[in-house]
């Protein structure tokens, strides 16, 4: 077993008392010798004196003293032209294959190759726009130096799902650098714009889009300046999902205006769709079957009105919370005075209930023809698109006075004017909404039949039953040569690449979401089997594509490893070039040798004594 060196003070100590030791001997034996065999005054103090100096010599041996080492940081080109700054004699620089570097720096395949070569390497100043993922895994021994540079005029952050359902909702968001008063356009597959915003003080923007077939689409994202002249143009790759209609049962205690827009609106929308209407008497419209356990295992959601919800009684509504707990989701709209029955759990408060107040939505898209038109439609030859009624202001609305407290309330329609109108909380299996909106059927008199089924295409979708086989999310946007993160996929799992190259994917043992990774080498749309069933469909950019948006993503990286080892990176340089590394050792062994022999050869001796006798040799 080797032996570690003991530390600076133990070292020291310990020399420093055979030091004393040696001082007192040679003392105590000049004072035992006769007085004629003494030592003279100038050998006593020459032997007290050599003492001290062997004992430092000797520490210095066991602990040579730092020094100061200009290999310390390492100077690493990364993508971007960045100038080599001046540096002091003996430091290092080299070039990532990203980097713009002259002939005369040396080029490294990656980072952890340029510190393989260096392994004296402490601190690690990146200039560029920062590291790729495949050199951020930095040793935590080794502090990181980074300034990123001013942001490129463009789009630094984007939010889009990547995939989404047929007739479900495509939200962008992100954020934009170095464009003032701006706007953001998003144009469909087929060439039209369908929605725009204004960046706001931030910089940020929100638009989004209805999907439309399935399969792979190709949107667009334009940032036009001030001027309207185009400052960045990319595509957005969406792969749009077959929907799996949920299945609707409605219940109605009786016909009105709101409920026959709502039915209007699930039968366009191609759901399947089973309604009772009561119609007093005793008389019935529609299926005339019971509510029972049956029925509602063959139903995904089940919107009731207050009258019916509160006819099915105690009985009704524990049978159809039952179902819910397996799975079913239940939308129950509050369009009657008062706090619907058995709804209220420890995290989810009703209160209130009495009389409306106005609600206002936000608007997509008013003043913008061409976004108005794609989402309204064409109309019909009895009912052509009016322009003018579609940019008129959105009506308000008017929204039951229902308060809706707790943990476990989660709002819908934050951000119209009046607050949210819809609440959902999980139960069991499935989900509990409540809907106080009473006449959003105004917006499709209003010409806005796209906002009226946005709002309920957003509720059903909330609460539907979740389908068999869960999703599977894939990191958008993707790049090549960069790692994508797939999660909720299979063990069986594959991808299949543009050129016909499958690549197993292989979930993390321990994760919860079952995530997996995989590096594409190639641009194009990659399709996610299991087994020969397509689960979905992810597009990846090239490596050069969104420049701004992968410079952005890159420099936050890499700022996040500035700080990694909490100030605790050892060795640590405080001045940037240096670094203080132990000394050589074997110069303060040989002068401690030499002293060691001259002293012992210079106690034995009979210079300075006061006569020749055999008395001892202190």
């Given at each position: 077993m080797m032996m570690s060196t003991p530390s600076l003070a133990v070292t020291?100590?310990?020399?420093?008392?055979?030091?004393?030791?040696?001082?007192?001997?040679?003392?105590?034996?000049?004072?035992?010798?006769?007085p004629g065999a003494r030592s003279r005054g100038w050998r006593l103090a020459l032997l007290l004196l050599a003492q001290p100096a062997w004992a430092v010599l000797l520490v210095l041996a066991i602990h040579p003293p730092a020094r100061l080492h200009p290999d310390a940081t390492l100077?690493?080109?990364?993508?971007?032209?960045?100038?080599?700054?001046?540096?002091?004699?003996?430091s290092r620089v080299v070039a990532l294959p990203e980097a713009v570097a002259g002939a005369d720096v040396p080029r490294v395949p990656d980072l952890a190759?340029?510190?393989?070569?260096?392994?004296?390497?402490?601190?690690?100043?990146?200039?560029?726009?920062?590291?790729?993922?495949?050199?951020?895994?930095v040793p935590a021994d080794v502090a990181v130096e980074f300034e990123p540079p001013a942001p490129m005029p463009g789009f630094t952050d984007l939010v889009w799902p990547g995939t989404t359902v047929a007739g479900g909702m495509l939200r962008v968001s992100g954020r934009v650098h170095g464009v003032a008063d701006g706007r953001v356009e998003l144009v469909a597959p087929a060439g039209v714009r369908v929605d725009s915003a204004a960046i706001d003080a931030l910089g940020h923007f929100v638009v989004q889009a209805p999907g439309f077939a399935p399969g792979p689409a190709r949107f667009g994202l334009q940032l036009r300046d001030s001027a309207g002249a185009v400052?960045?143009?990319?595509?957005?790759?969406?792969?749009?999902?077959?929907?799996?209609?949920?299945?609707?049962?409605?219940?109605a205690g009786a016909a009105n205006v709101e409920t026959r827009f709502l039915r209007r609106w699930a039968t366009d929308a191609?759901?399947?769709?089973?309604?009772?209407?009561?119609?007093g008497a005793g008389l019935v419209l529609g299926e005339r079957g019971g509510i029972d356990a049956a029925a509602l295992a063959q139903t995904d959601v089940l919107v009731v009105d207050a009258r019916s919800w509160s006819g099915l009684g105690a009985a009704g509504r524990a049978t159809v919370l039952a179902a819910v707990e397996s799975g079913m989701g239940l939308l129950v709209r509050a369009d009657m005075p008062g706090v619907p029955a058995g709804l209220s759990a420890p995290g989810f408060?009703?209160?209130?209930?009495?009389?409306?107040?106005?609600?206002?939505?936000?608007?997509?898209?008013?003043g913008d023809a061409d976004a108005l038109r794609a989402r309204s439609g064409a109309g019909s030859a009895d009912a052509p698109f009016d322009l003018e009624q579609a940019r008129a202001p959105v009506p308000a609305l008017q929204k039951r006075r229902l308060q809706v407290e707790g943990a476990q309330a989660a709002a819908i329609g934050p951000g119209g004017e009046g607050g949210p109108w819809a609440w959902w909380r999980p139960?069991?299996?499935?989900?509990?909404?409540?809907?106080?909106?009473?006449?959003?059927?105004?917006?499709?008199?209003?010409?806005r039949a796209d906002l009226h089924g946005a709002l309920w295409s957003e509720a059903v979708a909330t609460v539907a039953r979740a389908q068999t086989a869960p999703a599977i999310r894939v990191d958008a946007p993707a790049f090549a040569d960069r790692r994508v993160r797939l999660c909720g996929a299979g063990t069986q799992a594959r991808v299949l690449a543009p050129d016909g190259t499958s690549s197993p994917?292989?979930?993390h043992p321990d994760g919860g979401d079952h995530c997996a990774g995989y590096w594409p080498h190639q641009p194009g749309w990659h399709r996610v089997l299991e087994g020969d069933v397509l689960r979905t469909a992810f597009h990846v950019h090239s490596a050069d594509a969104w420049p701004a948006l992968r410079a952005a993503q890159r420099a936050s990286a890499t700022l996040a490893l500035v700080g990694h080892c909490d100030g605790d990176c050892p060795d640590a340089p405080a001045v940037a070039g240096t670094r203080r590394v132990p000394g050589p050792a074997w110069p303060w062994w040989l002068a401690w040798l030499a002293v060691s022999g001259v002293l012992w050869w210079f106690e034995r001796s009979r210079q300075g004594r006061d006569r020749d006798d055999d008395a001892d040799p202190a």
């Open positions: 020291a100590t310990l020399v420093a008392a055979l030091a004393l030791l040696a001082a007192v001997r040679i003392l105590h034996w000049q004072r035992r010798a006769v100077t690493v080109l990364a993508g971007g032209e960045a100038a080599v700054p001046a540096v002091p004699p003996g190759t340029a510190l393989r070569l260096h392994p004296d390497t402490r601190l690690l100043r990146v200039l560029g726009d920062g590291l790729v993922a495949r050199d951020l895994d400052v960045e143009e990319a595509p957005l790759q969406l792969w749009i999902a077959p929907s799996v209609a949920p299945r609707v049962r409605m219940l191609g759901l399947p769709l089973q309604m009772r209407v009561a119609l408060r009703l209160s209130g209930g009495q009389g409306t107040v106005p609600v206002r939505l936000p608007a997509t898209g008013v139960h069991g299996q499935g989900r509990v909404l409540v809907w106080t909106l009473q006449d959003s059927y105004l917006l499709v008199l209003a010409g994917l292989w979930p």
